[in-house]
């Protein structure tokens, strides 16, 4: 399946922006997806399309696109924030995750 | 409300068989192209396979073509995950996963995931 790659790990304090980046080569004809995942929970879609919020997901996140990497900022991070997050998209051979970002909240 | 419930995950010899389950509701289910995505314990998430509203068309990420065969009834609104030849390797959370924006993804909503553990 498709290999996307994400740094393993951010850290920032409350408040400040977080961004997390994804990179992989077919990003610029495939949308981009961002999903929040908490211990013992199940994902949670935050970003679809590269850039579009689902209803119920706070102002504060955001997605962006640009050539081959696609973006996830987190405007003004909560402590509630804490998660693992997965970008995904797809290519020929099927849709593929990265690897996730662990975020922390000093 | 939109809802996915799994069910059918254990222990597994390897080698062995398992049917994995996930009954949807509060959606038109067959409407949607619906996929399973593991986890294996301390990993990354990852695809395993994806089938068509119809059924008609089903894919596969290469490490379980040949030994996984999804499936789906409408009527019931249930998809299935036959799962045989298992491996070490399998043991994962399972999660039933609906497709909201074409075949591709992204995953819009998500069951609690099913957990099968493939040990002697």
């Known amino acids: 399946s498709y290999e996307l790659t994400q740094p393993p790990s951010v850290s920032v304090s409350p408040g400040q922006t977080a961004r997390i980046t994804c990179s992989g080569d077919?990003?610029?004809?495939?949308?981009a997806y961002w999903y929040q995942q908490k211990p013992g929970q199940a994902p949670v879609l935050v970003i679809y399309?590269?850039?579009e919020r689902p209803s119920g997901i706070p102002e504060r996140f955001s997605g962006s696109s640009s050539g081959t990497t696609v973006t996830l900022t987190i405007s003004g991070v909560q402590a509630e924030d804490e998660a693992d997050y997965y970008c995904?998209?797809?290519?020929?051979?099927?849709?593929?995750f990265g690897g996730g970002t662990k975020l922390t909240v000093l | 409300e939109v809802q996915l419930v799994e069910s059918g995950g254990g222990l597994v010899q390897p080698g062995g068989s398992l049917r994995l389950s996930c009954a949807a509701s509060g959606f038109t289910f067959s409407s949607y192209w619906m996929s399973w995505v593991r986890q294996a314990p301390g990993k990354g998430l990852e695809w395993v396979a994806n089938?068509?509203?119809?059924?008609?068309?089903?894919y596969y990420v290469d490490s379980v073509k040949g030994r996984f065969t999804i499936s789906r009834d409408n009527a019931k609104n249930s998809l299935y995950l036959q799962m045989n030849s298992l491996r070490a390797e399998d043991t994962a959370v399972y999660y039933c996963?609906?497709?909201?924006?074409?075949?591709?993804?992204?995953?819009?909503?998500w069951g609690q995931g099913t957990l099968v553990t493939v040990s002697s």
């Open positions: 995904q998209s797809a290519d020929s051979s099927g849709p593929g």
């Open positions: 077919a990003l610029p004809k495939q949308y």
């Open positions: 399309k590269d850039s």
């Open positions: 089938i068509k509203q119809d059924g008609s068309e089903k």
């Open positions: 996963a609906r497709v909201g924006y074409g075949m591709s993804g992204g995953f819009d909503y």
